[in-house]
């Protein structure tokens, strides 16, 4: 069945016993408003994804759309230090899609969103010509000061949780259409389906010690340079803590013939994190130490082993089209 050949209310009808529910929600999907309880501030984020650009139906299900979709706003909430809560989806739906495939994508929400308790209450259906999501997170503060990017204070540990490069490789061998082996196909899953890790994320801004946390979703570099400059510092990485991240990118950056350390320095898109930490305190489960914090940087600087890193490096959502 394609979308022209049914109706709003029978999709809604449809996807409804898909999606979580999240944990306090007051009122669910099918009233004018969703309506949830907090327990502190709420921290709200919104992106959008875009067939074409920013995904391809030959290359991602329907459920690694969703999942990905869902994992990048959560990642969002969770780097301020929010506990994610519920998730507000709108789509534009062409009408000669399957109706199956937006079955799918809200199977992946709920693979992303369930095991979390995260619920997915509410949003808007319109057409379109080619598929676009729009993807809200509410998070709840919990009583908690947000973590901003301007907390990064001189003398501070840098850390960092999750994967680095993974998705850029990935994307590299699809555009190839490289013959990859099992490592390798770990690195395209990681593309289709990216794997912050939320719950360490969220455990270590809860801990306390952390000044400033941010998700890496344009590239280490560029993200820590939006860091620096929101601190006004100087972040220089230490190039063999970072080594610890190249794992599988060996093999992918020697079938194609490219660097793995630009991967690792500049590859966007794995939602992992970024953090400072005061001295002294215990490194979070799930991170490692890669750098520090060494000194005051009016409009912020960042380096690796203290050589400078040329241009921005990573995604630029307008440049790179």
């Not at 669910?28 to 501030?41: H, I």
């Not at 990681?190 to 306390?208: E, I, T, V, Y």
């Amino acid at each position: 069945m394609l979308i022209s050949q049914t109706t709003e209310d029978d999709l809604i009808a449809r996807l409804l016993p898909l999606l979580p529910r999240g944990e306090g929600v007051a009122v669910p999907s099918g009233d004018d408003c969703a309506v949830l309880t907090m327990a502190g501030d709420a921290a709200i984020s919104t992106d959008m994804l875009v067939e074409g650009h920013h995904f391809r139906r030959d290359w991602s299900s329907g459920a690694d759309v969703g999942f990905r979709a869902a994992v990048q706003n959560l990642a969002d909430a969770v780097a301020m230090g929010a506990r994610p809560r519920t998730l507000v989806i709108s789509l534009g739906l062409p009408g000669a899609l399957e109706v199956a495939w937006v079955e799918d994508f809200a199977r992946g929400l709920a693979q992303a969103c369930a095991p979390l308790g995260v619920g997915v209450d509410g949003g808007d259906l319109v057409g379109s010509e080619a598929i676009v999501i729009g993807v809200s997170v509410l998070g709840d503060m919990e009583g908690r000061a947000a973590l901003l990017r301007s907390g990064a204070q001189v003398g501070d540990r840098v850390i960092h949780a999750g994967n680095l490069g993974h998705g850029a490789a990935g994307l590299a061998l699809l555009k190839a259409r490289a013959t990859i082996d099992e490592a390798m196909a770990g690195l395209v899953d990681d593309f289709k389906r990216p794997k912050p890790p939320l719950r360490q994320a969220l455990a270590a801004a809860q801990s306390g010690g952390i000044t400033a946390m941010m998700d890496v979703s344009d590239g280490l570099v560029r993200d820590a340079r939006r860091m620096a400059k929101a601190s006004g510092v100087w972040i220089d990485f230490e190039p063999r803590s970072l080594e610890k991240k190249l794992g599988p990118l060996g093999r992918a950056a020697g079938r194609l013939h490219a660097d793995r350390r630009e991967w690792l320095l500049t590859g966007g898109e794995d939602h992992g994190f970024i953090a400072t930490i005061r001295p002294g305190v215990a490194t979070p489960e799930g991170f490692i130490d890669v750098g520090e914090v060494r000194g005051a940087a009016n409009g912020g600087r960042v380096s690796v082993g203290n050589r400078e890193v040329a241009g921005l490096g990573g995604w630029d959502h307008f440049l790179e089209q």
